[in-house]
């Protein structure tokens, strides 16, 4: 059974940074592309980051570009995302799961970490 558990989020003043964990489960986690997505309140659920298997590409949206880091260690079944200079605008739960491309495959969601910024 896919369970994808999510960890780190917290209140932060604006700024400042955080690391959002993944930790994977009943999947061969290596042979997946892994990615980060948001749901800010009142809105849909949005693409933050995505990396391939072996961590050698990455991909942004345009608002976390330069400011965010995705990694994963396949060994620990493990996917983070350093989350740096923080913004009010990235106020939201945050989710990892299963990728293709920028789109989430299987539908497999995990419980999400709420990240709030504060201004």
């Known amino acids: 059974q896919v369970q994808l558990l999510e960890s780190g989020g917290g209140l932060v003043q604006a700024g400042g940074s955080l690391r959002l964990s993944c930790a994977a489960h009943?999947?061969?986690?290596?042979?997946?592309?892994m990615g980060w997505f948001r749901q800010a309140p009142g809105k849909g659920r949005e693409f933050v980051a995505a990396?391939?298997?072996?961590?050698?590409?990455?991909t942004y949206a345009d608002s976390v570009k330069g400011r965010f880091t995705i990694s994963r260690d396949n060994a620990q079944k493990m996917v983070y995302l350093q989350m740096n200079s923080l913004k009010s605008e990235d106020t939201a739960v945050y989710y990892c799961?299963?990728?293709?491309?920028?789109?989430?495959?299987?539908?497999?969601w995990g419980q999400g970490t709420q990240v709030t910024v504060s201004s």
């Open positions: 990396t391939n298997w072996s961590g050698g590409t990455t």
């Open positions: 799961a299963r990728v293709v491309g920028t789109s989430p495959v299987n539908n497999y």
């Open positions: 009943g999947f061969l986690f290596s042979n997946y592309a």
